[in-house]
């Protein structure tokens, strides 16, 4: 039987899993911030804007680096901080619980608000990561020239 280069193997899954064990905690420690009991929650909110802006650094890092060197080392990278840490960070079952409570409270206003920010919070976010990922990568492929 012959593995597939790109199937799941014991490494990536340890990864994903010390990833996704450090997300979680973070999130839940980020979860013990004051004000979670109104219609905004801070401690949700900063994990999914953390996530975001992660997951964007990294990928467009990752992305920018030349594809030869170390691709075993990138793709452990990619899965254990990416899909691990950023995924156990993010939640957005949490948010829809949080919008559908603030709604169904009457709070729709600061529900709305909390979802506006929460979204393009998280787009720009992405957006001034990803451009800083990139330039670090050039940076560093400029310097190994």
Known sequence: MTKSPTGPDMAT?????????????????LSLLPGQSGPLHPGTLLANLIACAGYAL??????????STHERRRQLTNK??????????????TLSLELVQGLSGGQVRATLVYLLVSFAGGLMASW??????ARLA????????
């Open 13 to 29: 899954a340890l990864v994903v899993m010390l990833g996704g064990t450090l997300g979680t905690g973070c999130r839940y420690a």
């Open 58 to 67: 990294l990928t467009a890092f990752l992305a920018g680096l030349p594809k």
């Open 80 to 93: 254990g901080l990416g899909m691990g840490l950023c995924g156990g960070l993010s939640t957005m079952s």
């Open 128 to 133: 001034a990561m990803a451009a800083l990922g």
């Open 138 to 145: 050039a940076h560093i492929q400029a310097g190994a020239r």
